[in-house]
């Protein structure tokens, strides 16, 4: 059984930081890409950050270059995404997500992503 559980996620000042984890379980983790999306209130589910297979290329939506960094431990079955300077902008239910991918590809669109995780809540308050 698949299984991404999320947490990290909290009410936080605009400014500060919060490290988003996310565990997988049920299939072959360094045979998935692995991404983060977001979804706030009335808006559909956006990428955030992606990651390749080996953790070697990393991708990230604009609006969180330099604030945000994502990584991944193989070891533990577990992807990472530190979020820092965080705005009110930011405030949104936060995803974790597989793609099987080849190679060191990275995948920003929903629809590649096969299994993904039930979200953790992010409120960044000014």
């Known amino acids: 059984q698949v299984q991404l559980v999320e947490s990290g996620g909290g009410l936080v000042q605009a400014g500060g930081s919060l490290r988003l984890s996310c565990a997988a379980s049920?299939?072959?983790?360094?045979?998935?890409?692995m991404g983060w999306f977001r979804q706030a209130p009335g808006k559909e589910r956006s990428f955030v950050a992606a990651?390749?297979?080996?953790?070697?290329?990393?991708d990230y939506t604009d609006s969180v270059k330099g604030r945000f960094t994502i990584s991944r431990d193989n070891a533990q079955n577990t992807v990472y995404l530190q979020m820092n300077s965080l705005k009110p902008e930011d405030t949104a239910v936060y995803y974790c997500?597989?793609?099987?991918?080849?190679?060191?590809?990275?995948?920003?669109?929903?629809?590649?992503?096969?299994?993904w995780g039930q979200g953790t809540q992010v409120t960044v308050s000014s």
């Open positions: 990651i390749s297979r080996s953790g070697s290329n990393t």
């Open positions: 997500a597989a793609a099987p991918m080849p190679g060191d590809l990275i995948a920003r669109a929903t629809i590649s992503y096969r299994y």
């Open positions: 049920g299939y072959t983790f360094t045979r998935y890409v």
